[in-house]
DNA sequence: TGACGAGGTTAACGCTGTTAAGTATAATGG
DNA sequence: CCATTATACTTAACAGCGTTAACCTCGTCA
C-alpha cells in the first residue's frame, strides 16, 4: 500500500560537474563556496521568508544533511549570506570615502552610495538591516570583516568634518548615528514604499541632505 | 506496530471558560477577537519569527482548523496583529499632536510619541516598520483605520509648520518624509543595538532634533 | 589486511501551514 | 413532530520545513 511518508531529496540532474582533482582542504573550502553561492543566488531569487536550507541543497545536487557539515544550521548559512553582503557593502562605502577630496565630501559620498546600495541590493539590505539587523552584532567568521567596520568608517569621516572646522563642536559618535539614522530611514522609506520612484527618492534624499547640512555644518556667510 | 504519524493537537485543560448566551453574530465576533487576543499575546511574547498558528490556536484551546473559520490564513491573522499596533499607534500620535499649543509643538511632539512607541513596543514596531512593512500598504480589514492615517497626520503637521512660516518654503510631503526618515532611523538604531542604554538614545535623539531644527526651522536672529 | 576517517546519504522525528471531509448540535420549515 | 439545513467545530491527512542519528563507501595509511 502506501508505504509510510519518506522525504525525497533525491540529486536532480541539475546537479553539480564532476570536480577536477584538488588538494583536500581546498576541496572542503570548495564545496563549502559552493554551497554559499547557491544560497547567495537563491536567497536574492526568493528573499528572506521563502529562503530555505533544502532548496539550497537541492539547488547545489546534494541532501540536505550535506549542508550540516559545512555550516553549523540554516541561521548560519543565512548569517553567511548576510556577510556576503556586508563585504559587498563595506567595499562601496570605502571606495566612496576615498572618492572625496574634502571631509565633507568624503562624507556625502559616504552616504550617497550607502543609500545607493540600498537600492540597488533591496532583499539584502533588508536581510541586513531589517530583518535581521542581529547579525550587526555578531562575530564575523574569519575570512570576514566585521559590519561595525562600516559604522567605524562613517565615524572617521564625521571627525574629520568635526576636526576640520567644517561641523559645530559636538560628539562625531553622536552625529554619525544620526547621519545614519537619516540615511537608514531614507532607504527604509524607500523599500517600504515601492510606490515611490527614484525621483522622488532622489527628492527626499536631497531634502535629508539639505536638513543634515544646514543641521550640522557651520553656517559662515560669505 | 507505531501507526501512521498523527497531529495531536488535542484540547488542552487551558480551555476557554463556556460562555454565556449571545446573539449569533456576536458571538461570531466574541471567538475571533478571543483568538486574535490570543494572537497579540503570543506575539508579544515570541515575537514574529516564532510566531505560530498552531500555538494560538492551542493557546485558545481551539484546533487549527477553527482559526481558518476567522482569519483567511497565518498571514491574514498576523496583520491583524499589526493593525492592533497601529491602532495604538495611530491613537498615541494623535495625542501628541492634540498636545501641541503652536505648530513646531505639535511636530516634536509628534516625533517624541513616535519614538516612545518604537521603544516601548518594539516587537510591534519590527513587525509594523521593518520585518512586515508591506502591511502599511494594505488595504484596513473593516474597523481598523488605515496606517497611512498617521503619516497624514505627520504631514499635516508639517504643513502647518510651513504655512505658519516656521519652517522655510517647501514641500510639505518631501519634508514629511525627512522627518520620518530621521524618527524612524532612530528608533531601528536603537532597537539594533540593545547595547545603547536610554540615555544614550535620548542623546542622539536631541542631536537629531536639534539637526531636523536648523535644518527646516527659519532662522530668525533677535 | 585492517583500521580509520573524510564526505556523503538514508530515514526518520517533530514541527509548521493548509485543506478536504466529517460530525454533532442548534435552528428552521412543512 | 420530524426532516432538513446551517453553524461551529474536529479529524485526519498532505507537503514542506529544520534537524539528527545512524549508516554507508570510499581512499589512505600502518
Not at 17 to 29: G, T, V
Not at 97 to 126: D, K
Amino acid at each position: 500500500m502506501d508505504r509510510q511518508r519518506q522525504d525525497h531529496d533525491r540529486k536532480r540532474s541539475t546537479t553539480r560537474p564532476p570536480s577536477p582533482p584538488l588538494s583536500a582542504d581546498a576541496q572542503q573550502h570548495e564545496t563549502r563556496r559552493a554551497i554559499l553561492n547557491a544560497a547567495v543566488q537563491l536567497f536574492m531569487k526568493q528573499g528572506y521568508r521563502d529562503f530555505s536550507l533544502r532548496q539550497v541543497a537541492r539547488a547545489t545536487g546534494y541532501t540536505p544533511t550535506t549542508v550540516y557539515l559545512y555550516f553549523k544550521d540554516k541561521d548560519d548559512l543565512l548569517f553567511h549570506v548576510a556577510m556576503e553582503g556586508f563585504k559587498h557593502f563595506c567595499r562601496e562605502l570605502e571606495e566612496a570615502y576615498a572618492s572625496g577630496a574634502t571631509p565633507i565630501e568624503r562624507l556625502v559620498a559616504i552616504g550617497r552610495a550607502y543609500v545607493r546600495f540600498g537600492l540597488n541590493n533591496p532583499l539584502h539590505y533588508r536581510l541586513m538591516f531589517m530583518e535581521r539587523d542581529e547579525f550587526l552584532q555578531r562575530e564575523p567568521p574569519p575570512g570576514f570583516v566585521a559590519p561595525v567596520q562600516a559604522f567605524e568608517l562613517l565615524v572617521q569621516a564625521v571627525r574629520e568634518c568635526v576636526e576640520g572646522g567644517y561641523f559645530r563642536p559636538g560628539d562625531p559618535w553622536a552625529y554619525a548615528l544620526a547621519v545614519w539614522s537619516t540615511v537608514h530611514g531614507l532607504v527604509s522609506l524607500a523599500l517600504t514604499n515601492p510606490s515611490l520612484d527614484r525621483e522622488q527618492i532622489a527628492t527626499i534624499e536631497e531634502v535629508a541632505y539639505e536638513m543634515m547640512q544646514r543641521g550640522l555644518v557651520v553656517q559662515t556667510p560669505p
